[in-house]
């Protein structure tokens, strides 16, 4: 392999980013650690949802698919499939879990979206690994809403789902006299 001169993406210290396959964190620094006695670059991010810290070779930030938040126009479009009408797969149910995941740790909003439409449709319903696929990915997308926003998780939750809501029905008390 031929060593790059440069990173593909350059990131700061204290920037928020997104790692796929983890989510949302916060890269603390970046540094060099020994490796079998090299010294390999790395940018090392705490995923504080998770309490997780990961270290990612700058020379595999595209590989990885380590990304900053997205932009607001791409989470409006994200919030908009996931509030759109169900796409039926009749696939059976090993494969569709697999194409989920694979959606969801994709790191893209779109995708993971798509997995909230799909699957949000029988949330009350669904069984346990529907439940437990579909909150993986609301909380990916919830956790974007957060940091790009600065908001708490049930206003970006509610912010993503809200079209899901039970219809309102009408107050009896606002009835137009005929």
């Known amino acids: ?20 396959a983890h989510g949302v964190g916060r890269v603390e620094r970046i540094t060099e650690i020994a490796i079998a006695g090299e010294m390999l670059p790395v940018i090392e991010i705490a995923l504080e ?9 700058l020379a595999k930030v595209a590989t990885v698919g ?11 479009d994200a919030c908009k499939i996931a509030q759109d009408r169900p796409r039926i797969s ?3 149910w090993a494969r569709r879990s697999v194409d989920y995941m694979t959606k969801i740790n994709s790191g893209q909003p779109n995708l993971v979206a798509e997995v909230v439409r799909d ?7 669904a069984s346990y690994s529907e439940r437990l696929i579909f ?22 939750r509610h912010r993503l789902l809200r079209e899901r809501a ?7 008390d606002t009835r137009v006299a005929a």
């Open 49 to 57: 949802e998770k309490q997780l810290r990961a270290k990612v070779p």
């Open 90 to 92: 009749r696939a059976v």
């Open 135 to 156: 909150e993986r990915a609301v909380d990916r997308l919830v956790a974007e809403l957060v940091a790009l926003d600065g908001i708490d998780r049930e206003t970006a």
């Open 119 to 125: 699957l949000g449709r029988r949330a009350d319903g």
């Open 1 to 20: 392999m031929i060593p790059s001169s440069k990173p593909m993406l350059a990131f700061s210290e204290g920037e928020v980013v997104v790692h796929p």
């Open 66 to 76: 380590l990304r900053r938040l997205a932009s607001r126009a791409e989470l409006d």
């Open 166 to 172: 039970q219809p309102r029905v009408a107050d009896p």
